[in-house]
């Protein structure tokens, strides 16, 4: 079954440092996403990524995050300057169009010391 | 408004009970509630989902009741097994959104024990 993958699974960075996390989402899918969960919260938007430009993001998403597909089967999220708050679980996702399922990646732990 | 309450925080149950998550949202214009599991060091998988023309919607021992003039919708686990422990999130999509759409609650800890 096809899944989307994401490395490394557990990230530990001092922060100011600059962290990029990996995705390879499912091979046929057009559409990117990346969430994240703090401990114990509740899973939250970051942005959506289509056509190789950023089609949405919410508020978290600010100066110190980009996204990139820097070849036709990875998709990362660059972490500029690490805070602290940035610890979190972060996940992937994909789906082959709009308003389809939505599949995840296992996430990658961000901790920030 | 685009808050998705969901509660409890954590479920204990005893196999072949039916543990049951609760879910309430304010934003009238969502259309389409989708429940995901999460299973530790794996990321959220689709479960089952309603959209708001329903009122029930079952999928082997899955179901979701949907209360459009409550705004509030639940998950039903009918003879609970011990496999079914995970995380359960609702989420709550904003119309015209693909997984960007997606408001989710803060998830119930279930414990199935056998």
């Known amino acids: 079954e096809p899944e989307v993958t994401q490395t490394p699974s557990h990230q530990v960075t001092q922060m100011g440092q600059e962290v990029i996390l990996r995705c390879v989402p499912i091979s046929n899918h057009l559409y990117f996403y990346w969430y994240r969960q703090i401990l114990g919260q509740k899973v939250e938007f970051l942005v959506s990524f289509y056509n190789n430009e950023i089609s949405e993001k919410s508020e978290i998403f600010d100066d110190q995050f980009s996204v990139e597909r820097p070849d036709g089967s990875n998709f990362t999220l660059k972490i500029r300057s690490t805070k602290l708050e940035d610890s979190a679980m972060y996940f992937c996702?994909?789906?082959?169009?709009?308003?389809?399922?939505?599949?995840f990646g296992q996430g990658t732990r961000l901790t920030v010391v | 408004q685009q808050q998705v309450k969901q509660s409890p925080q954590s479920l204990i149950v005893q196999k072949g009970g039916i543990p049951i998550i609760n879910c309430a949202y304010e934003?009238?214009?969502?259309?389409?509630f989708p429940w995901y599991q999460q299973f530790p060091g794996k990321g959220p998988a689709l479960l089952i989902a309603i959209r708001p023309d329903v009122s029930e919607k079952k999928e082997g021992r899955f179901t979701i009741s949907f209360n459009k003039s409550a705004k509030q919708f639940s998950l039903h686990i009918m003879d609970s097994q011990p496999g079914d422990s995970a995380t359960y999130f609702c989420?709550?999509?904003?119309?015209?959104?693909?997984?960007?759409?997606?408001?989710f609650g803060k998830g119930t800890h279930l414990i199935i024990q056998p």
């Open positions: 989420a709550a999509r904003s119309p015209g959104g693909g997984a960007d759409g997606l408001t």
């Open positions: 996702a994909s789906t082959v169009a709009m308003n389809t399922e939505a599949f």
């Open positions: 934003n009238t214009a969502f259309d389409y």
